[in-house]
C-alpha cells in the first residue's frame, strides 16, 4: 500500500514539474530566465516563439505521463531530454541557471526520480501490464 501511494505521488510530482515548467514558465512567461536561455543558444528572433512552444511540448509530456500510455518511453525520452537540456545550458550559459553549475545535480535528482518511479517502483508493484 505505501509503494501504491509512493508511485502515485512521483507520478503525479513528475507530471507537475513539466507543467510548472511548461505553463507556468514557459507558456506564460513567468520566468523570463527560460526565454533567455533559448535566446542564447538559439538566437533571438524567435526565441520567445520557440520558449513558448517548448512550454506546449513539456506539458503534453506530462499529460502523457500521467496517462500511463508507453510509460517507458516517456521516462527514457524525459531522462534524455532533460540530461541534453542540462548539458547545453551548462556548457552555454550557465550564469543564466537557477543554481548556475550545481544545476546539474538537481537535474540528475530528477532523472534519478523518473527512473526509479517507472523502471524500479512501476516493476516492484508489477504494473508492467499497463499500457
Wanted: charged share 15%; aromatic share 14%.
Amino acid at each position: 500500500m505505501a509503494k501504491e501511494r509512493i508511485y502515485t505521488g512521483l507520478t503525479y510530482f513528475i507530471a507537475a514539474v513539466w507543467v510548472v515548467n511548461g505553463l507556468y514558465c514557459k507558456v506564460l512567461g513567468a520566468v523570463p530566465r527560460h526565454e533567455q536561455i533559448v535566446a542564447e543558444i538559439l538566437g533571438l528572433p524567435y526565441a520567445k516563439l520557440i520558449t513558448v512552444a517548448i512550454g506546449f511540448l513539456e506539458l503534453a509530456l506530462a499529460f502523457w505521463f500521467v496517462s500511463k500510455y508507453k510509460q517507458k518511453e516517456n521516462a527514457c525520452l524525459q531522462i534524455i531530454l532533460v540530461a541534453v537540456m542540462n548539458v547545453i545550458e551548462l556548457t552555454t550559459t550557465p550564469q543564466l541557471l537557477l543554481w548556475g553549475r550545481f544545476n546539474i545535480f538537481f537535474a540528475v535528482g530528477f532523472i534519478a526520480i523518473v527512473y526509479y518511479h517507472t523502471f524500479v517502483l512501476r516493476e516492484q508493484l508489477d504494473l508492467k501490464g499497463e499500457v
